[in-house]
């Protein structure tokens, strides 16, 4: 429904989420921010896309480098900064759509871990501050792009879609560093729900708030933007109820229970 | 340095984990949490042929520094690379989440996590990766009440979704064995090829990201020996002091600023070790 030919599904998502808004000048053109109106709550879209042109060469992709890092913590610390005395925060809205962070001597050389700590520290404070940040997954949401877009949001939501994918690493970098072949790290991660690829595995450990039907994930529909505004809504109005700012709501999956139990035994043992 | 003084050094790089944490901690005070006893081992290693341990390799260790209610966080490196799990993760991003409870009931707890590890063990990868975003929530969240110190010593460095960790402490301490970036040089080498990263050239890798370098350019605070007093020393000095305002991670526009120059001036080309002080700015 997008008037220009989207360049990703994540800015096809943050075109028909944003509607006719226009997008924040002054930032690099693989971060795309639009400030929208949404049921009487003001909110930022914020989507990290392809820039074919990018004059770092190993974020060309929709990668998240040393561009997109420090942008993405100042497009979250704008918003920080201009509510600081405001009684009601407004709504951060990453949308996800990341193959990876970039790859590069450049990257590197330049700290593109400080960068991508930037952006995770930003939401974290974002969060902490009383923003309600909520993550939506269109499409990959791999590794470090992800931890430093996405996955500090309150609540996690994700297109029920195969493009779908949330991982540590693409499937034959990660059979090349574990020493296996990619048909048997494709066995492994059919027993081994925590190393699986697919959405469904991904929903047993308890990190996604919900995943939601759509007809195109890739270009969606009028009917598509208004399912997930309103799931989008519900995931607001589940965060505004919640006294908590922090991430416990991920630790009860059916397939987390170690996590449970060394988080219980730190407790029983802390106080001196 | 006499020879006298270089062999009274005691190493801190040859420490395991647990005696890091003990070194660490004041005489008396290390007591050890959810322990090699506790029966607590990844669910996940066995089945897939790799024998667990019953740390999952993380030791976190309650006691003072300085007189000073302390958690330290030490990852064995020895232990399948210092990759972080299921349950080491939990492990530290528990550790952080009750450090920060005990400062809002007035217990000035502070926190120390000695980095030694590739990130996400990728035999548990979501959850690994799950836990490590909880661990940098709790680093954002505790660094607001007290110090969150990060000890880089080497040889493993500190890689993935961990140097994002160390990157958001409020205070980074390196040696020059120790290695800092996001992603590890063999995967860098597979995902670019060998004329971008050349994961085997040593004194290229260590100009770009060992600690003399990050410690050089501000991405680290202090640059110490391989000595476990002087690490100890400078740790107890950082974890009581008053805590910044803003940390590294929070300099977004500095850092902008720095990039953009580079890539104004300089992105046709690949950066030396000298460019990058030159663009980041040299430590005096």
Redesign the interface.
């Known amino acids: 429904m997008s008037e220009q030919n989207p360049v990703s599904r994540g800015d096809a998502w943050l075109a028909a989420l944003a509607s006719n808004a226009p997008r924040l000048p002054g930032y690099p053109p693989s971060i795309q921010i639009a400030d929208i109106e949404w049921s009487g709550r003001a909110a930022r879209l914020i989507a990290v896309v392809p820039d074919v042109a990018s ?2 060469p ?1 974020a060309r992709h929709g990668e998240v480098g ?2 997109e890092g ?2 993405l ?2 497009a979250v ?1 704008e918003v920080i900064d201009a509510d600081r005395d405001a009684p009601v925060k407004r709504v951060i809205i990453a949308i996800v759509d990341t193959p990876s ?1 970039a ?16 952006a ?3 939401y ?2 974002a ?2 501050q009383g923003h309600p940040v909520i993550a939506l997954l269109v499409g990959k949401a791999m ?2 792009a ?3 877009h996405g ?2 949001a309150n609540r996690i939501l994700a297109l029920d879609d195969a493009g779908v994918q ?4 693409g499937k034959e ?2 059979a ?3 020493l296996r072949s990619v048909e048997d790290l494709e066995a ?1 991660a059919a ?6 690829y697919d959405l469904g595995n ?1 929903a047993s ?1 308890g ?1 996604l708030w919900r995943t939601v039907a759509v007809q195109d994930a890739a270009a969606p529909t009028t009917e598509d933007r208004a399912t997930i505004l309103r799931h989008l809504q519900e995931a607001l109005a589940d965060i505004d109820a919640d006294p908590h700012r ?2 416990r709501g ?1 630790l009860d999956g059916e ?5 449970r ?3 219980e ?3 029983a ?2 106080q ?1 | 340095m006499n020879r006298a003084t270089l062999l009274s050094r005691e190493s801190f790089v040859e420490l395991g984990a647990r005696a890091r944490a003990q070194a660490l901690l004041d005489p008396g005070t290390f ?1 050890e ?2 322990g090699p006893f ?1 029966g ?1 081992t ?3 290693l066995a ?2 042929g790799v024998v667990p341990q019953g740390d999952d390799g993380v030791i ?1 260790a ?1 006691g003072r520094i300085d007189g000073q209610p302390a958690v330290v966080m030490a990852i064995e490196g020895a232990f399948q690379g210092g990759s972080l799990g ?2 080491g ?3 530290i991003s ?2 952080l ?2 450090a920060a409870e005990d400062n809002r009931n007035g217990i000035p707890t502070r926190a120390v996590i000695l980095f030694e590890t590739g ?2 063990r ?13 661990i ?2 709790g680093i ?2 505790l660094r ?1 009440y007290q110090p969150v110190i990060g000890v880089i010593a080497g040889q493993v460095g500190c890689f ?2 961990m ?6 402490c409020s205070a980074l301490v390196v040696t020059r064995e120790a290695r ?4 590890g040089p ?3 080498e ?3 090829g060998i004329a ?2 050349d994961s085997r050239d040593r004194p290229f890798i260590w100009g ?2 060992g600690g003399e370098q ?1 410690f050089a ?1 501000g ?1 680290a605070d202090r640059f110490v020996e391989d000595d476990t007093a002087q690490v100890r020393d400078v740790v107890a000095a950082l974890a009581t002091a008053p805590v910044d305002a803003t ?7 500095h ?2 600023q ?3 120059e ?2 104004a001036r300089d ?2 080309h ?2 030396d ?1 000298a ?2 002080r030159r ?2 700015g040299e430590r005096e």
């Open positions: 004059p770092l190993r040393l561009l420090w942008a913590a100042r610390h962070q790859y590069g001597r450049r990257e590197e050389a330049f700290g593109i871990h400080q960068a991508l700590a930037g995770a520290s930003a974290a404070t969060r902490l590794s470090g992800f931890l430093a996955y500090q949330v991982h540590a690493m970098a990660a090349r560093i574990t492994f027993t081994v729900p925590p190393m699986a991904y450990l990190l922090d991430l991920r397939n987390r229970s170690a996590t139990r060394a988080r035994l730190l407790r043992q802390w001196d | 007591r949490l959810a506790d607590l990844s669910p996940w089945r897939q976190v309650k299921e349950v993760g939990a492990k528990g550790a989440e009750l990130g996400v990728l035999q548990e990868a979501n959850l690994g990766l799950a836990s490590i975003a909880e940098h929530a954002v969240d607001r993935g979704g140097s994002i960790a160390a990157a958001l800092l970036g996001l992603n063999a995967v860098i597979q995902e670019a971008e990263y770009l990201t990050r350019i991405l940390p590294r991670s929070e300099q977004y526009e850092y902008l720095c990039i953009t580079y890539v992105a046709s690949q950066p070790p460019m990058v663009y980041l």
